[in-house]
Every structure is written in structure tokens, then in C-alpha cells.
């Protein structure tokens, strides 16, 4: 790195670090959503960069539908043991109860339920009034449109028609009551920055990013993993050389067909890619406008 | 080359509606490769829906459904993409004359601008609108591209002619780096590819253009300023500053000041997650830990001590107003500036500006989208660089009390001083000054204009600072005869009547003599606004507090004279024994003894009272009054 010269990646970092210190000087209860993913991960190397060399100042917390995949589950208990974070789990208990599932109620639905309805309930439960996100503007169209501050009613809603301007770097950070707000230090990462991040910083990600031969099920051009829960024929089972470009619930999280068993090959693929980074997810392709509606009733 | 390694280019777009700006974005992200199969065929999918003969590009843009349903760009959106030498962001801005408050949100952070202009129609007024915009927030490059020249016969007199027109336009405004590009973005003209159908162009295309832009000089390496947003303290062995370099370089072993304690210290280290530094710089987020244990909290500012923002509480400011509701001038906003948070009062509306002809209008409040100049009481003191020099420093926003909406986007100038302004402000009834609960503040009875023609000679503040014993006090007595003599009205405030009365609850910690300072300095403006010539003997050691009374008179009114002596000269003539006492330890915080002082950098004047006689001292400031037309010859 050269003095005048500050490479792309560390500029993007300081304005990240730069935005969890505002909020940790100005909020009264932060906290950082963490869904054991790649921004995850980065995002974690980044409060702990803000903060060093004191521990970063707010818990994270993990809302699990309980559809994760293994590897996560056990990422995220020796990532947290390691770095010394504490960790909240919170679930929605009731609908997990019913076998909410989204074959069952739908995908919008079981979202709406298992991850929104659970968001916000732990939200209120612990009385966070910020909450750290580790999405990208780039990942997806609606949220193109969104502040680095996005702020939420009493019901966790977004208004993209009436956000706050935000302007240089200065924060509004004052909130009414029962408001809340999403702050989204990693808005300005590609997917690419972000891989580049994480072979710059040695930063451990979930095995399952990798390439490997796995047993999946084609379903609408998507390569669903297999699991008891989603697989309803035996016989449509292949095994195929995948991995996971990005990791959400089991049964609405597909792989991709990828050679990519090394960061530097991640990086190529992604440079290469033909197709955006939530083609696998089948979240985003219920409409046009699904993750907008998702965003306006609390999504993430 | 790495990814990584790559510089960062950050411009905003902006073009009236159909001006093709969408078209343009999507064509740069199609040519460069960034636009996913998927999400080209989401797109293909609504172009075929909406009837259109090819794939509107334009579409990848609109990521709000209300947008795609109107065809229209409501909100700012960011994209990305890369080349092999650069990787960039853009910040998508509607054009629209109601969405000015998104164009300020999107080109607030932008090192270039964009602005489409319809070869076909030629400068709209929006294109102006968006010029002016882009000269008032200091995007230091600026991009015309002249679209739709396929739809023209890629005719170079049209080119030129917009060209002309805007530069005639240009000139108005404060914008150094202007460049003119013919385009077509529907058909790729001189987007990525140089165009074969306009040979008369010799230019870059857009893209080399975005790609070669020089912006490490934007930057402002030399002002080093740091506000402290947060204080990590792991363990008792370690009290470190976090913030970010907005703007200057800072080494380990550097002598810096806090503001506003004015405490001098300096950096003990630079520290990140990845090691200490040996150097760093803007636009940097570091941990500074300090050799000395001074108080640092939020909100405060490090500087270098031989290069200090300006600080004041009465400032002036361009403001784009973004709210639906009106600016009062009664209500206590929350102005946001750097890592501080302080309420403040609307005291003044300059003018307003009217974008479309940029002449200067008058008004009684902004409304939504209204850009002017207006003039702000804070209730504590700020420390600010003019924006044109900083624009981390130099810019705030305003917080709705009530709402907490952010409701305007500033950027200062100065600070309020000029005596024209200061004139309005009595007849205006204007309050510039930190005042207690329910008090009104009336405008003068009589105006200083009036008491000076009656004087005879002007009004204005000589202040004495210097160490104790060094002679500002018998200067100053004999000076006031001589005006006596010349018949001038004056005011001697002498540090040690003002403690013996006004100020007799205050003792000599720093806190204290700020505020002795502070009173004394709203003394001497009231006697200054009764037409006085004030003389001030004060030892007032701390820049900061000097710094505070000279912000509130104007520029040319407020003479600091810089009484200097030899602290062992002083000791020697130590006129009422303070020296003695002070050394025997009975006088605690004694300025040259036990409390620092801190010399001006720049005073008016400077007296050696080492060499020359008391009798000379006066004369040079008489000659001085006179010279500057404050008493007559």
C-alpha cells in the first residue's frame, strides 16, 4: 500500500470501520446480525479492526430458522468461540414448532415468518435500536436504492420512497421512538471486494463455498442440495461438482455447478461470472419486486 | 494488476428525464461486462412486457417497482463496476427539478460528475440546475456528454454549439475541470469504443475519460484533521482516539492540539488491527494514542499545532433545504458537523439562490429544494475549515429536533464577520450570540454606524495579551490618555478589575479563564456596539479562547496585540509580586510558571517590550489606528 495511493480495498474498509463507530458512539444498544456468511465473516474482521485494540462493543446475533446447513451451524460456534464474540440465537420458536417450511407454506411465507417475523420479535426482545446488516447494494436491485442508515418504523418497515437524504460521511443517527435502525457497513463491497477481502485477510469462511461433489436435485434450473426434508423423488438425485455462492436456508439455498476448490479460483469464477450472485437463491425470484416487498415488512 | 490494488473513482450521473442517462449507465455496465445473463434477462423480460423494440437498458437502474411502473428514476442508486485499470461507483441521480435534495445526496461524496445533455434540445435548465449544483458541492471534475448525437446526424456543429453555450454558462460557476463529450449511449458512440461516425471529435471517450481522471491531487493532504469519534480503552495501559483522517498525514512523535481544550501533546502512536504506522493519511481510519493523559472525548478535534481550523459560533453557509416542512428561524435545529453534534439557530437568510438564473433572491425561510445562503448561531463553538478548502470539515447537516429528519445539507464559508453583515444584523434584530432562556435580544437602539459619525472615529477592540509583567496594562493606560486627548470615547477592561468584580467567582483552571474570557469578550462587544474604542489587557493565554472573542466582531475590528516579553524580564519586573508567589507554589496554574501560553501565530501587531520604550510602543499603535482609518489623523 502506498502512502498517497490507498488501494481500493483499504479505502473500502475505512469507510466500513468509519460507520461502525458512529453507530457505536451513538446508539445505545447495537448489535450485529450475523447469518454465518462470507459478508458476515468480513463484516466480523471489520468491527474487529474498528475497535482494536478493544473488543468491538455489541453482541451478535444470529437468527436461525433452523434450515441452515450443518457446516454453518458449526462455523458459527468455533468462529464465535475463537474470536471471543458473544452470540445471541434467536428462533421463531412458534412456527418452527408448526413445521413452517417453505414447500409447505410457501417461500415467501416461511421468510416472512422464519426470518422477519423472528428479526423483529428479537429486536424488541433485547431492545437493539441498531442493528448491523452485511448487505450489499450490489447483490440486488431494491437494495441499490438503500442508505448506508436505513431507518425503520415501529413495525421494522422500509420506505424507499421517504429515506433520508445522507449526505458525506455525517450520519444522522437521532431516531423517534420505536424507530430502529439497519446500518449496512459493507453497501459499497462487490462480491468480488469482498473475496479479495478475505484472501487479503485470511479470513475464515464456511467450507461450503467450496467446490465439491455433492448430491443435488435440479429443480427450475436450480441446484437444490439434498436433504430428507425437500427431496420428494429418490431417483432425480445427481451427484454433480458444486459449491455455494452464497448461503442461505437448505431448501431455498441452491449450488452452483463449480470447480472453484481454492479463494483464488473463487475470485476468477466470480470475475467471470455470467450470472449475479443470488441466481441460486430462490428468495429473490418468487417476483420482480420480491426482495423490495421483503425489505419493506423488516427483511434484512 | 490485483484488484485490490486498484484506485477507487466514485461519479455521479445526472440529465433531465429522457436525457438517456439509464441508457448510458446501462451501456458503460454492458461494455465493461457488468451486468449479469440473469439480470439481462429480468430486464429483457420487462422491455418485451412494456412493447419496446430492443432491450431498454435503462431498466437495469429502476430497482424500485414504483420506478419501473413510471418509467421514471425516483431515488438514488448505486452501481458498481470495474476495468482492468480502475474500479468504480456510481451514484445514479434523478434529474428531476422536485428530487435536487437526492442530486445533493448522490454527488455529495462524488470526485466527478456527469452531466447528460439531449444533443437534440440542447441546454435545458435543468442542465444548469445541475452545473450549479455540482460547482456548490466542489465535484472537482466535471463530465458534459452530449447525448443522442446519432439522432442529430452525429453533426459536430451541434456538438459545438451546446459546447459554446455551456461554457458561456460555466463561467459563472466554480467548477476548473470541464470536459465535452459526444455520445451516443443508445449505440455505444464514444462510450467505451471510439466513435468512427464523428471524426471530428478528437477527444477520449467517456470511459478513458472516468478511467484517467487524476484524483489523488483532489485530496487534502496537507490540513491534517482528525475528529475523535470514539475512545477505546482496552485496559488501563492503553487510551486511544478513533476516528478518521479526513483530510492532512499524520507520523508518530508529532506535536498536535485538542480542541477545543487547546491542550497540546502529541501522537505517541498510530495504531490499527494490522500494527502501528509510521505514517498516516487521509482517508485513513486509525486509533491515535497520545504521550500525554489529556482530556479527549467525541466530538473533539486533533490538529496539528501549527496548523488550526478556524473556529467560531456565528457561521455562514450555503444550505440546500430537503424538507417537506420550512426552515424557521425559531426553531433549535441539530447541525451534525464532523463527529459533533450541537443545536444551533437559524439567525440570518442571506439571500436565496435562484438556480435557473443564479441571481440572488430574497426570502423569509427555504422551502423543500430551495438552495441560499443563510447565516447560523451555534451554541458552542465549532472548528471548521472553509468547504471549498475541506470538505470534511466545512460541510453539516441539519436535524429536525422534533422529526429527526435530516432536513438541509450545508457548507460553510466562514465565519460570520464582515461588518456590512454585522451592520444588517443589528437592523435585522438578528441574534449572533449564545444567549440564555427566555431572553429577547433587541436590536440596538442606536447604530454603531451612527455612534461612530458622531465619534468621530470607529469602533474596535484592542486586545493585549501576553504574560504577566510584560506591559500590556501600562500600555495600554497611556495609549487610552492619548485617545482621551484626541477626544475618542473609549473603555479600558483590565484583566484584574474584571476578577475583581464580574468576575470575582472564577479562579485560574483552564475552564476558568475561558470563562473569564468568554465574559470579558461579551463585555468589550457591548461596548464595542456603543461605538467605543475598547482596550483589553488580558493575559489570555489560550489561542482558543483569543480565538473565540475575535469571532465575535468583525474582520477589521478586533486588534490583537501581541505584548511581548522575556519571561525572565517579566519575573524581574514582576510589578505586584505574582511571580514570587507563584514559584513559592501559593498561586496555583500561574500562566509562565505552571500554565502554558500560548503565543499568536498572527496578531496585528507584536510589541517587543524588551527593546522598545513604552513611549515608542504607543506611538507605533497610534500610527497603527491611524493608518487603518480607525481615528483620524
Redesign the interface.
Known amino acids: 500500500m502506498t502512502?498517497?495511493?490507498?488501494?481500493?480495498?483499504?479505502?473500502l474498509?475505512?469507510?466500513s470501520?468509519?460507520i461502525m463507530?458512529?453507530v457505536?458512539?451513538e446508539f445505545k444498544n447495537p448489535v450485529m446480525l450475523y447469518s454465518v456468511g462470507k459478508d458476515s465473516s468480513v463484516m466480523v474482521r471489520l468491527a474487529?479492526?474498528?475497535?482494536?485494540?478493544?473488543?468491538f462493543p455489541f453482541p451478535l446475533m444470529h437468527i436461525d430458522t433452523g434450515y441452515k446447513f450443518p457446516e454453518m451451524y458449526k462455523f458459527r460456534e468455533d468462529f464465535c468461540q475463537k474470536i471471543g464474540a458473544r452470540l445471541i440465537v434467536e428462533k421463531n420458536e412458534e412456527w418452527i414448532a408448526k413445521g413452517c417450511h417453505p414447500l409447505k407454506e410457501g417461500v415467501d411465507k416461511c421468510c416472512s415468518h422464519l426470518k422477519t417475523g423472528a428479526l423483529l420479535d428479537a429486536l424488541r426482545k433485547h431492545g437493539f435500536d441498531a442493528a448491523f446488516g452485511g448487505a450489499r447494494?450490489?447483490e440486488?436491485?431494491?437494495?441499490?436504492?438503500e442508505r448506508v442508515f436505513s431507518l425503520r418504523d415501529s413495525f421494522g418497515q422500509w420506505d424507499?420512497?421517504n429515506?433520508?437524504?445522507?449526505?458525506?460521511?455525517?450520519?444522522?443517527t437521532?431516531?423517534?421512538e420505536g424507530e430502529t435502525v439497519r446500518i449496512f457497513p459493507l453497501?459499497?463491497w462487490?462480491e468480488?471486494d469482498i473475496w479479495?477481502?478475505i484472501k487479503?485477510e485470511k479470513i475464515p469462511v464456511v467450507p461450503i463455498y467450496f467446490a465439491l461433489q455433492r448430491e443435488v436435485i435440479i429443480r427450475n434450473g436450480i441446484l437444490i442440495p439434498v436433504s430428507s426434508d425437500s427431496v420428494d423423488d429418490h431417483k432425480k438425485v445427481k451427484r454433480i461438482l458444486c459449491r455455494f455462492r452464497s448461503l442461505g436456508c437448505i431448501p431455498c439455498t441452491g449450488a452452483i455447478a463449480s470447480e472453484a476448490t481454492t479463494i483464488d479460483e473463487i475470485i476468477n469464477e466470480v470475475r467471470a461470472?455470467?450470472?449475479?450472485e443470488r441466481?441460486n437463491r430462490v428468495i429473490d425470484l418468487t417476483s420482480?419486486?420480491s426482495m423490495?416487498q421483503k425489505k419493506k415488512e423488516g427483511y434484512f | 494488476m490485483h484488484s485490490g490494488e486498484k484506485s477507487l473513482l466514485r461519479f455521479t450521473t445526472t440529465g433531465s428525464v429522457d436525457d438517456g442517462k439509464s441508457t448510458l449507465i446501462g451501456r458503460l455496465l454492458y461494455e465493461t461486462k457488468s451486468i449479469y445473463d440473469d439480470q439481462y434477462a429480468a430486464i429483457e423480460k420487462t422491455s418485451k412486457k412494456k412493447g419496446l423494440p430492443e432491450v431498454d437498458l435503462a431498466y437495469l437502474l429502476d430497482g424500485l417497482a414504483a420506478e419501473r411502473e413510471q418509467g421514471i428514476t425516483i431515488d438514488v442508486a448505486h452501481r458498481y463496476f470495474e476495468t482492468p485499470r480502475r474500479k468504480f461507483i456510481i451514484t445514479d441521480t434523478p434529474g428531476h427539478v422536485q428530487y435536487t435534495r437526492n442530486m445533493v445526496t448522490g454527488a455529495s461524496k462524488a470526485d466527478c460528475a456527469i452531466i447528460l445533455i439531449d444533443a437534440r434540445n440542447g441546454m435545458l435548465t435543468q442542465s444548469k440546475r445541475h452545473g450549479f449544483i455540482i460547482s456548490l458541492l466542489q465535484i472537482p471534475h466535471l463530465i458534459v456528454a452530449i447525448n443522442k448525437m446519432d439522432l442529430v446526424d452525429y453533426a459536430g456543429d451541434v456538438f459545438n454549439r451546446i459546447v459554446e453555450e455551456y461554457e458561456n454558462y460555466s463561467q459563472k460557476l466554480d467548477i476548473h475541470d470541464i470536459v465535452y463529450i459526444p455520445v451516443s449511449a443508445l449505440k455505444g458512440d464514444n462510450v467505451v469504443a471510439r466513435s468512427k461516425k464523428m471524426p471530428w471529435y478528437n477527444g477520449s471517450t467517456l470511459l478513458h475519460y472516468l478511467e484517467n481522471i487524476h484524483v489523488a491531487a483532489d485530496r487534502n493532504l496537507v490540513d491534517f484533521r482528525f475528529p475523535v469519534q470514539y475512545v477505546i480503552r482496552p485496559h488501563s495501559d492503553f487510551r486511544g482516539f478513533a476516528g478518521k483522517i479526513v483530510s492532512g498525514t499524520i507520523t508518530p512523535g508529532e506535536e498536535v492540539v485538542i480542541l477545543p481544550s487547546g491542550k497540546t501533546t502529541s501522537i505517541k502512536s498510530v495504531t490499527t488491527y494490522d500494527g502501528d504506522l509510521q505514517e498516516a493519511s487521509s482517508p485513513q481510519s486509525v486509533v491515535l494514542s497520545l504521550t500525554d493523559e489529556v482530556d479527549v472525548s467525541r466530538g473533539d478535534m486533533i490538529v496539528r499545532k501549527k496548523n488550526l481550523p478556524r473556529i467560531a459560533n456565528s457561521l455562514e453557509a450555503i444550505v440546500c433545504w430537503m424538507d417537506e416542512k420550512a426552515m424557521t428561524m425559531t426553531t433549535p435545529y441539530i447541525m451534525k458537523h464532523t463527529t459533533k453534534s450541537v443545536k444551533v439557530r437559524i439567525t440570518k437568510i442571506v439571500y436565496r439562490i435562484d438556480v435557473d438564473t443564479l441571481h440572488r433572491k430574497s426570502a423569509d425561510a427555504f422551502l423543500l429544494n430551495d438552495i441560499g445562503r443563510i447565516e447560523i448561531s451555534t451554541s458552542t463553538p465549532i472548528f471548521f475549515d472553509p468547504y471549498k478548502i475541506n470538505r470534511a470539515t466545512g460541510s453539516f447537516i441539519l436535524i429536525d429536533p422534533l422529526t429527526n429528519n435530516t432536513v438541509a445539507a450545508g457548507m460553510i464559508r466562514d465565519a460570520v464577520r464582515h461588518i456590512e453583515d454585522y451592520a444588517d444584523m443589528q437592523t435585522e434584530g438578528g441574534d449572533l450570540r449564545r444567549k440564555s432562556p427566555h431572553t429577547i435580544w433587541r436590536g440596538l437602539n442606536i447604530e454603531l454606524a451612527d455612534r461612530e459619525k458622531q465619534n468621530g472615529h470607529k469602533a474596535v477592540v484592542l486586545w493585549f495579551t501576553g504574560l504577566s509583567g510584560a506591559g500590556k496594562s501600562t500600555i495600554a493606560m497611556d495609549l487610552e490618555k492619548r485617545l482621551f486627548d484626541r477626544n475618542c470615547k473609549t473603555v479600558l477592561l483590565d484583566g484584574d478589575i474584571i476578577r475583581h468584580g464580574l468576575c470575582s467567582d472564577l479562579g485560574f483552571s483552564p475552564a476558568d479563564r475561558e470563562e473569564n474570557i468568554r465574559r470579558a469578550g461579551e463585555v468589550a462587544k457591548i461596548f464595542f456596539e456603543h461605538g467605543n474604542i475598547v482596550l483589553c489587557t488580558f493575559i489570555s493565554p489560550f489561542k482558543q479562547d483569543r480565538a473565540f472573542v475575535r469571532s465575535l466582531f468583525p474582520e477589521d475590528r478586533f486588534i490583537e496585540i501581541y505584548v511581548h516579553c522575556n519571561i525572565d524580564e517579566c519575573h524581574k519586573r514582576d510589578p505586584n509580586g505574582l511571580y514570587e508567589k507563584a514559584q513559592s507554589g501559593l498561586i496555583k496554574d500561574f500562566t509562565g510558571i505552571s500554565s502554558p501560553y500560548e503565543a499568536p501565530e498572527t496578531p496585528e501587531l507584536v510589541l517587543d517590550t524588551e527593546n522598545l520604550s513604552l513611549r515608542k510602543c504607543v506611538d507605533v499603535l497610534e500610527e497603527f489606528l491611524v493608518n487603518n482609518s480607525l481615528i483620524p489623523q
Open positions: 502512502f498517497l495511493n490507498i488501494s481500493y480495498l483499504r479505502q474498509e475505512s469507510e470501520i468509519h463507530r458512529e457505536a458512539a474487529q479492526k474498528a475497535f482494536y485494540p478493544g473488543k447494494r450490489e440486488e436491485k431494491s437494495r441499490a436504492k424507499p420512497k429515506q433520508r437524504p445522507e449526505l458525506w460521511d455525517i450520519y444522522n437521532r431516531i423517534n453497501s459499497n462487490t468480488q479479495e477481502y487479503l461470472a455470467k450470472k449475479s441466481e420482480d419486486s423490495e
